[in-house]
Structure formats: structure tokens, C-alpha cells
């Protein structure tokens, strides 16, 4: 922990924002771990209290709030997504309440969503009146009075409407070019992040594979290794780098910072900034960066299922790859170069794929011991197909990922790709049914994730997931998660 400062103080910040916005004496456990596994006990202190005011400063009402308060506000949009039911289409309007007022009681910094079948002519800034009502602990829907106006308010520029208007040229560009309206919207959403088809997410959320139309750092990897190869080949390295960060920039501004998102951007971001200027950053002090910076701009972050994943399961990762992939030496074992040459040449084929199964196995162990918790605390079940999917489908849909964006640019590419594609997604939607058990919780106790989770913290820190030893594996899959 000693070799990961940046981490250390992090986890410090993040128990301090969580005692504010979720007060509960549980937190005491993973408080006295982390002073037991850390001497730097008054930098963790500073960091608590600091993660405590920072959620106080931004959030000072969300514990006053009723269920339903009527009123009126100045409602500053942040994000347009596309919402569905099964009924109807319609746009999700995500920002906050600046400032709103109900009885003579002013609220402020009120994070809510807005439906809408379209967006305002104008503005990203107007003052509403209506009614918000509550549909988590922190989470709110604003349904205006149908009498009321959209009063524009003259504010900063917001790049809302922009992402939205060219989310949708893209959206638009892949409905009209692949025949195939599935594999038209999978191909929409791995671009765009957001997915507007309501039966593919279904179908990928039920096997747990719902990450991969989120953009995550699988994708950035990916998007990044490719850029990264072409660039390579007109290029010198140091250039090479400089223009992937500028691209993966771009691509970032054009998604939009969601919770995952911008952890993928910031670690990988990080990550080529130290090839850039010949340092190496190791991978939990690139996550303690990102876990930082999140809960600066935004300690409500916390409270998103997606932010709780993904650094969960790049967590997993730092802290449970060697320890599982030792534990599967044991049954695929590893053999040195010299024999590998002596073996027939069918045989060495098949020691790679092998070897390539079981590094992928333990990556997949090590991200589901540590979301498991909370997937069956937030879903209430966890499928047991999602085991083998999880390890099967992500690096066949990875191929798929790497030929949208060469398709757009070699056009029988994509006509090889959208088969392929379909072909996968025929598979994701039709699993074996007599093989697909799930596991059924009807009640999983909030201390009892923090006591889990505190344990495997403790366990990995202190019996072979050391921190300091994963430098070396940095920079591979578990750079990004």
C-alpha cells in the first residue's frame, strides 16, 4: 500500500464522501483496515474529512428533501440520452437543479432527469416549474407542469445539445448503412455509448454482459491499441503517443464524461502521458487518480451503478490476477520457451490457446469476486451464464469493435463485419435455456457488501495481491479494466 500513496489517499476520500451521503457505522471496518494496513494515518484522516466537506458542499439539501416537492428552478442540462418504454420513445434530459425553491425553502444542486419527446428549441439552461419527486436515495424526476414555459436562462456553454446532435448524425449513419437494424444499433451504441435499442440491452443485461455496450476501458484499450498501431507506422513513438492521446481526447469529449468513461479516459490518458515523458505510473496509483478526481467533480458519482463496476472491477483486477492466475498454473501449467519449440507445431497452437484461456479465466475470477456483491445487492440475482460469457464473448466482440471503425473507412470490412456481428448477437440472445440458472437474493444487507468487500481488500493487500508487484502487468488489460 506504501507503493500506491495515491490509491491510499483515494479510498480515504471515497469512505469520507460515503459517510455523508450514506451515514452508517459500518464504515468504522474498512476505516480501522485501512489504518491498519497504512502508517500515513494523518494524511488518511485529512483526505476522510476532506471527501466528507466536499459532499457537503455540493449536495447540503439532499437529506432535506422529501419525496415530492413542488416548486419552481433554474434546471442546468448536463446530458441527453435516448429513453425508452414499451411504449414509446423519448429523450432523458440529465442535469441538476441549480437552484430550486418550494415554500419559501431554496434547494440547490439537485441532480435530476427530465422526459421529453424532444429536446427544447433552445438554450441548455431554463427555469421550470413542477414537481420533483424522488426515485432513489439521490436520485430524482422532474415532471414540469404542463402550464409552464421553458424560460431560457442566459448562461456558460453547455456541450450537451452538441454530443446529442452528433450521437445522433452517428446513430442515424449506422441505421441507414447496415441492413441488419440489430447490428445497426449494437454498432450505434459501441460508438456512441448510449444504446437506443431496449431488447438488445435486455438481452445483454440478462447474462451479464451489459458493460459491453457501456463504454468502458475495454473499449478504450482496443480503440487504443488499434490507433496506436497505425499511428505506430508513420510515426515515431513519441509522436505516435502524442497523437493517440489527441484522438482519444476527442473521442472522449464526443462521449461525454459518465462515470466509466471517464475513468477509462483518465487511467489510459495517464498512462500514455507517462510513455510521453519516459515515467512509468503503476496501475493503482493511475485508478487512485481517477477514483479522485470523480468524487472531486461529482462525490454523487459514488451512487451510479457504473461507477461502482467498473472501478470495482479494475479493483479486482489489480488485486486478484496473480493470485488467480497462480491458482490456475497449477492446473494449465506454464512451460518455458526451450519446450514450447520442442513441441509439434499443432501443439504449440494449442499450449497458446490455452495459455491465452487461462490468463483470460483469472482476469475473469478476479472482476467477479469483487462485483458479485453488488450486483446481487442492486439486481437481486446474478446469472451463472455469465461466467463462461463473460470469457467467451467479450474477445469475440472485440474483433467486432476493431472492424467498425475500419469499416467506415474500407467498406468491404464491414460488410464481412456485420454477419459476424449478427451471428454473435444471435448467440447472445438465444442461450441454452436448460443451462441458465440464476442465482436468486431476496435481501442483501448494505454492511454486509462493506464487510465482503473490506475482507477481500485485506486479504489481496496482504496475502499476494501486493500492489507494488503489479507494475509489471500494467499496461495490459488491467490498465484500463
Request: hydrophobic residues 50%.
Amino acid at each position: 500500500m506504501q507503493k500506491s500513496p495515491i490509491l491510499f489517499w483515494a479510498l480515504f476520500f471515497l469512505l469520507g464522501s460515503s459517510t455523508f451521503l450514506f451515514p452508517h457505522w459500518i464504515y468504522l471496518i474498512p476505516l480501522c483496515t485501512l489504518f491498519f494496513l497504512t502508517k500515513k494515518r494523518v494524511q488518511g484522516i485529512l483526505f476522510f474529512f476532506l471527501g466528507w466537506m466536499i459532499a457537503n458542499w455540493n449536495y447540503p439539501d439532499l437529506h432535506q428533501m422529501q419525496d415530492e416537492v413542488k416548486g419552481e428552478g433554474i434546471f442546468v442540462l448536463e446530458r441527453v440520452q435516448p429513453a425508452q418504454s414499451p411504449f414509446h420513445r423519448s429523450l432523458a434530459l440529465k442535469g441538476r437543479f441549480k437552484r430550486f425553491s418550494s415554500k419559501g425553502i431554496i434547494y440547490r444542486n439537485i441532480p435530476c432527469t427530465i422526459f421529453r419527446a424532444d429536446l427544447p428549441i433552445k438554450g441548455s439552461c431554463w427555469q421550470i416549474e413542477g414537481t420533483l419527486q424522488k426515485k432513489g436515495s439521490f436520485s430524482f424526476i422532474f415532471k414540469p407542469k404542463k402550464s409552464s414555459s421553458w424560460k431560457k436562462i442566459y448562461r456558460e456553454a453547455s456541450f450537451a445539445r452538441w454530443r446529442f446532435a452528433n450521437k445522433e448524425k452517428a446513430r442515424h449513419y449506422f441505421h441507414k448503412r447496415i441492413n441488419d437494424k440489430k447490428v445497426g444499433h449494437f454498432f450505434a451504441s459501441m460508438a456512441t455509448g448510449d444504446s437506443d435499442d431496449r431488447l438488445l440491452s435486455m438481452e445483454f443485461r440478462k447474462l451479464g454482459l451489459g458493460h459491453i455496450l457501456a463504454i468502458s476501458g475495454f473499449h478504450f484499450a482496443l480503440l487504443a491499441a488499434m490507433l496506436g498501431w497505425i499511428l505506430s507506422i508513420f510515426l515515431p513513438p513519441k509522436y505516435a503517443y502524442i497523437s493517440l492521446l489527441g484522438l482519444l481526447s476527442i473521442y472522449f469529449f464526443f462521449l461525454g464524461s459518465s462515470p466509466s468513461i471517464l475513468r477509462a479516459f483518465v487511467m489510459i490518458g495517464l498512462y500514455i502521458f507517462g510513455r510521453i515523458i519516459n515515467r512509468q505510473i503503476n496501475g493503482p496509483n493511475l485508478l487512485g487518480i481517477a477514483l479522485l478526481l470523480e468524487l472531486v467533480l461529482d462525490p454523487l458519482a459514488l451512487t451510479h451503478i457504473g461507477f461502482q463496476l467498473s472501478f470495482l472491477a479494475t479493483f479486482g483486477i489489480l488485486l486478484f490476477y496473480r493470485p488467480c492466475s497462480r491458482f490456475l498454473e497449477k492446473l494449465s501449467p506454464k512451460r518455458p520457451y526451450f519446450l514450447i519449440k520442442q513441441m509439434p507445431l499443432l501443439d504449440q497452437h494449442g499450449y497458446l490457446l490455452s495459455s491465452a484461456i487461462r490468463e483470460a479465466l483469472a482476469i475473469n475470477l478476479a472482476v467477479q469476486l469483487t462485483t458479485l456483491p453488488i450486483c446481487l445487492f442492486v439486481f437481486q440475482k446474478f446469472p451463472l451464464l455469465s461466467l463462461p460469457y463473460n470469457l467467451i464473448f467479450p474477445p469475440l466482440l472485440g474483433i467486432s469493435l476493431l472492424l467498425i471503425p475500419l469499416g467506415v473507412i474500407f467498406p468491404p470490412l464491414c460488410a464481412l463485419n456485420v454477419p459476424y456481428t449478427a451471428f454473435i448477437l444471435r448467440c447472445i440472445a438465444n442461450p441454452p435455456e436448460i443451462l441458465n440458472f440464476k442465482i436468486f437474493v431476496s435481501c442483501f444487507p448494505f454492511s454486509l457488501i462493506i464487510f465482503f468487500l473490506t475482507t477481500l481488500l485485506g486479504l489481496g493487500l496482504t496475502k499476494g495481491g501486493n500492489l507494488g508487484r503489479i507494475e509489471g502487468f500494467y499496461g495490459g488489460r488491467s490498465s484500463v479494466g
